[in-house]
Nanobody, 125 residues
Framework: QVQLVESGGGSVQAGGSLRLSCAAS????????MGWFRQAPGKEREGVAR????????YYADSVKGRFTISQDNAKNTLYLQMNSLKPEDTGTYYC??????????????????WGQGTQVTVSS
């Protein structure tokens, strides 16, 4: 079992920045990939960024490329999402996600085994 706890959400004006953190606990040594997903009201949850724990390979949704940066501190079992140049369309609940086991993929909702409780990000114009 893995537990994930997000922090760092809030309200910001367009063009501003926020940094989200996700603290992982439990069987963290078994985590293969982690990611950030978001869900706007009335919309499906979508992948924003993901990172592979051992290779540190990163992938981003086209909508956030060049603005968001995902990173990890394995010693602290913490995942980060630095969000710059925020836009109103970035508003939503942001969820930390993880999956265990070699070969896991954290690209879509169905591929995720563990979720955080979510943190709200609101960007005003």
């Amino acid at each position: 079992q893995v537990q994930l706890v997000e922090s760092g959400g809030g309200s910001v004006q367009a063009g501003g920045s926020l940094r989200l953190s996700c603290a992982a606990s439990g069987y963290t040594s078994s985590i293969y990939c982690m990611g950030w997903f978001r869900q706007a009201p009335g919309k499906e949850r979508e992948g924003v960024a993901r990172i592979y724990r051992r290779t540190e390979g990163t992938y981003y949704a086209d909508s956030v490329k060049g603005r968001f940066t995902i990173s990890q501190d394995n010693a602290k079992n913490t995942l980060y999402l630095q969000m710059n140049s925020l836009k109103p369309e970035d508003t939503g609940t942001y969820y930390c996600a993880a999956q265990l086991g070699y070969g896991a993929v954290c690209k879509t909702v169905s591929e995720i085994g563990y979720w955080g409780q979510g943190t709200q990000v609101t960007v005003s114009s």
